[in-house]
Nanobody, 114 residues
Framework: QVQLVESGGGLVLAGGSLRLSCVAS????????MVWYRQAPGKQRELVATVSRFGQSNYEDSVKGRFAISRDTAKNTVYLQMNSLRPEDTAVYYCNADPEFNYWGQGTQVTVSS
């Protein structure tokens, strides 16, 4: 069974940092492109960052230079380091693979206050 567990969110001031974690079970992240998404209230879910099984990363334009996606294959875990956070980064953050599994974690809430 595929399972995805996100953690690390919280409430921070603008300009602060958070590191999100996504622990995967039931598959190996080393064999998949992994993706961080976020969904703010009233908005569609949007792609934030990806990392391929070859280690190549891509970012949504608004987070380039501020966020970094990484992997620890031994822990089957994907991370999202978020720096210079802005209020518009406020959302629930989810991880999944690309193509998506039909299993979603609970997400982790990130709230950035001004």
């Amino acid at each position: 069974q595929v399972q995805l567990v996100e953690s690390g969110g919280g409430l921070v001031l603008a300009g602060g940092s958070l590191r999100l974690s996504c622990v995967a079970s039931g598959f190996f992240i080393s064999s998949n492109t992994m993706v961080w998404y976020r969904q703010a209230p009233g908005k569609q879910r949007e792609l934030v960052a990806t990392v391929s099984r070859f280690g190549q990363s891509n970012y949504e334009d608004s987070v380039k230079g501020r966020f970094a996606i990484s992997r620890d294959t031994a822990k089957n875990t994907v991370y999202l380091q978020m720096n210079s956070l802005r209020p518009e980064d406020t959302a629930v953050y989810y991880c999944n693979a690309d193509p998506e599994f039909n299993y979603w974690g609970q997400g982790t809430q990130v709230t950035v206050s001004s």
